[in-house]
């Protein structure tokens, strides 16, 4: 936390005095307070009253402030009304390697509740909450309504990332009408599918798994050839090695990787 001073501005002074005395007992009129607070602080900087430094200050302190007072707020037994959207404010993003348009397209159209939970490390607790987004680049690419153990939840129980692990959650009850419902926003086609069966012991077995579709396969669809594509990227890169921007090897470099993500799955896939 920055240093404040009798320099800074009296909202930043006054959101820095609500954060050092806050406690459970006055947590309720603190956030109230610093709700206000906030609100003056954009008022002045969309007039050009208070810099961006000083908004800066009044943004962090104010996080700072909903944090405590949601962490005060877990010992009581009954959330006010005014506290409920603080879980919801401040639960982290998880971004998910999927469109919602394309696999889960009714969870966006008519908010329908599906079953979502992690997959792995069941025997550890969830320490985060979590709303997930996809990859598309549209903002209703979200999850964030789940279902809970009594009610509805805005929230995810998830676990902490860990660099370099990947991280899986299960979406289930789909079932094949989302997959014909799905379309391609943001040109995400159709997803890797694993048919898996149950054996008579009771174990299971994977199948059959179908491929997903291709970058080359989507831009077909809306009338861009592959091929021609590669063609007039070879020709863009003979002429420019000819004109020595760049060398031969960074030439077959450059288009090793063009081929490669045209012809690669249209999701993210890890470096092999």
């Known amino acids: 936390m ?15 005095e609500l954060y050092k005395h806050l406690n459970q007992r006055n947590m309720h009129e603190a956030w ?20 961006l430094r000083t908004r800066a200050l009044v943004e962090r302190l ?13 010992d009581l037994k009954h959330l006010p009304d005014e506290l409920k959207p603080l879980p919801k404010m401040l639960a982290d993003k998880y971004f998910c ?13 008519i908010d329908q509740l599906f079953p979502i939970m992690p997959i792995q490390r069941l025997n550890e607790k969830p320490t985060k909450e979590a709303t ?7 903002s209703d690419g979200k999850i964030d309504h789940f279902i809970g153990t009594r009610t509805f939840s805005s929230t995810l129980p998830v676990h902490q990332i860990k660099e370099g692990h990947p991280y899986y959650l299960g979406v ?16 995400f086609g159709d997803t890797n599918v694993a048919h898996v069966v149950i ?16 970058v080359a396969d989507v831009l ?17 890169v003979s002429a420019s090695v000819k004109e020595g921007k760049i060398t031969v090897k960074e030439g077959k470099e450059f288009l090793a990787i063009y081929r490669s993500g045209l012809y690669g799955y249209t999701y993210l896939e890890a470096p092999e």
């Open 2 to 16: 920055h240093k404040i001073t009798p320099k800074d501005h009296e909202l930043v002074r006054e959101l820095h």
């Open 32 to 51: 109230h307070d610093a709700q206000q607070l906030r609100e003056e602080a954009l008022d002045l900087f969309s007039l050009g009253m208070v810099d």
């Open 62 to 74: 104010y996080w700072s402030i909903a944090y405590e007072v949601m962490e005060l707020s877990k």
């Open 97 to 109: 390697n999927f469109s919602l348009f394309q696999s889960l397209p009714d969870a966006w159209a």
């Open 132 to 138: 997930l987004q996809d990859i598309t680049c549209d």
């Open 172 to 187: 289930f009850m789909i079932g094949a009408y989302q997959e014909i419902l799905g379309d391609l926003h943001n040109l």
């Open 199 to 214: 054996t008579p012991d009771g174990g299971y077995e994977i199948e059959k798994v179908i491929d997903g579709e291709l």
């Open 220 to 236: 077909d669809y809306v009338q861009f050839v592959p091929k021609k594509l590669v063609r007039t990227m070879e020709s863009w």
